[in-house]
Structures are given as structure tokens and as C-alpha cells.
């Protein structure tokens, strides 16, 4: 958080001036950004490597003797790849909350989808939604 909070600037377009405060911490385009990104999807793969070790959470394989695929991270999406049970859904739920209370950072719902198998039944896909 150091990083992050009470930033000052001594640089300006290379240039050394006075002192800067920043009042509103990173801004989209500062530099700092991608590595602290890159810090924070380090923070939830080991989240999921520790369900898998703990066997509690299970990757697909994409064929019979392949390896097996838990998440993907591209730039600021993630995709992740678990069989299709209430059990997995719980604990992805877990990781996802524990990792947003660590990390501050907010799951967009509106632009979070899941996906099913072709071979799944339309059945096992309906989903409910939580009463308030």
C-alpha cells in the first residue's frame, strides 16, 4: 500500500521539480499499474493452487492424458475450469471473495458469464438466483 497511498512526485516529463502530492492514488495509465496487476493475478492463482493441492477443486482436461487447466489469466480477464457442480461453484465463490477482500479489487457481475459444456444436460445448467 506504500505504493499506493501518499504517493509524491519529484519527476516531470523527466524532469526533477519540487515535490507532488497525489491525492487519488493509481490512475489508469500510470506505470505501476500492470505490476501491481501482475502481483495481485499472482495472489489468486495460488488461491486456486491451494484448493486444487487441498484437493477441495479440480481443473478440466481437455483430452484423456493432458494436463490439467484450472484458470487462465489474459491482461485484466480471468478464466476459470472446474466440473460443473454446486460444490465447485461454493468454492470458486470463496476464492473470488476471499481475493477481492484481500486484494480490494471487485468482481464486475455485469461482465462475468459461465460457461457449460456442449455434453452437459439443459437441466444441471439452470441456475437460481439468491433471494435478498
Known sequence: MGCVANLRFALINGKRSNWIEAACGLRKGCPLSPYLF????????LLIQQRIQDKMLKGIRLFAHGPEISHL???????????????SACIIGE?????CSISGQKINNA???????????????VMQTKSE
Open 38 to 45: 501482475i502481483i495481485c493475478s499472482e495472489l489468486l492463482s
Open 73 to 87: 489469466l489474459f491482461a485484466d480477464d480471468i478464466i476459470l475450469f472446474a466440473p460443473a457442480t454446486n460444490r
Open 95 to 99: 476464492i473470488m471473495d476471499k481475493y
Open 111 to 125: 461482465k462475468s458469464t459461465v460457461f457449460f459444456s456442449k455434453r452437459m444436460l439443459r437441466t444441471r445448467k
